[in-house]
């Protein structure tokens, strides 16, 4: 017995710059056909600052999925074709209106890219941790929080944190750098 899925048709296809939304019949393996919807996004990057011992978040942003502001880290989408690691300068640009002259290191939380929400969408999320110079001031009309590097702060911005690749890629590296892993 056949124990891949196969796609029977495609019954939607909608596309727009960041997503396409597809419908389409899968046949499982026992035969049965079902209906399945996914979204293919662009992958996502976030990004946590970190300038003298603090973690650098940009001012809460609007989140249309939830109708409020958020605080969140500096990220955004990679565009098709463009390389992950190049999008981090322009993301800490645009959000904390920094250069890459700035950025003191630059280390990947992973280089794959974890799957976001695999059985409704292909996207893939990538964490960067930015070590900016000591010495570069962040603009405060773009400066929305600042957090010690210490177990009593990262539990008050876990706290604050509602978004989930924001909370994930935090975890990450706070895993990483406290246990050696």
Same mark, same amino acid.
């Given at each position: 017995?056949?124990?891949?899925?196969?796609?029977?048709?495609?019954?939607?296809?909608?596309?727009?710059?960041?997503?396409?939304? +597809?419908?389409?019949?899968?046949?499982?393996?026992?035969?049965?056909?079902?209906?399945?919807?996914?979204?293919?996004?662009?992958?996502?990057?976030? +990004?946590?600052?970190? @300038?003298?011992?603090?973690? +650098?978040?940009?001012?809460?942003?609007?989140?249309?999925?939830?109708?409020?502001?958020?605080?969140?880290?500096?990220?955004?989408?990679?565009?098709?074709?463009?390389?992950?690691?190049?999008?981090?300068?322009?993301?800490? @640009?645009?959000?904390?209106?920094?250069? %890459?002259?700035?950025?003191?290191?630059?280390?990947?939380?992973?280089?794959?890219?974890?799957? +976001?929400?695999?059985?409704?969408?292909?996207?893939?999320?990538?964490?960067?941790?930015?070590?900016?110079?000591?010495?570069? @001031?962040?603009?405060?009309?773009?400066?929305?929080?600042?957090?010690?590097?210490?177990?009593?702060?990262?539990?008050?911005?876990?706290? %604050?944190?509602?978004?989930?690749?924001?909370?994930?890629?935090?975890?990450?590296?706070?895993?990483?750098?406290?246990?050696?892993?």
């Amino acid at each position: 017995m056949n124990t891949d899925w196969q796609t029977q048709d495609r019954f939607l296809e909608l596309r727009s710059k960041w997503m396409t939304l +597809i419908g389409e019949h899968l046949q499982d393996e026992t035969g049965q056909v079902l209906e399945y919807w996914r979204i293919e996004k662009a992958d996502s990057v976030v +990004i946590l600052p970190i @300038q003298n011992q603090k973690l +650098i978040l940009p001012l809460p942003t609007y989140r249309p999925g939830m109708g409020e502001k958020t605080l969140d880290f500096p990220g955004g989408r990679v565009e098709e074709g463009e390389e992950v690691i190049k999008v981090v300068p322009k993301i800490l @640009q645009r959000e904390l209106g920094i250069t %890459s002259e700035s950025i003191s290191q630059l280390t990947p939380l992973n280089t794959q890219g974890w799957t +976001i929400n695999s059985s409704f969408s292909n996207q893939k999320l990538f964490g960067f941790v930015a070590e900016l110079e000591a010495t570069v @001031q962040i603009p405060s009309n773009l400066l929305g929080a600042m957090y010690l590097i210490n177990q009593d702060s990262m539990a008050s911005l876990l706290n %604050s944190l509602k978004c989930l690749q924001c909370r994930t890629v935090l975890l990450e590296w706070w895993t990483k750098s406290n246990l050696g892993i």
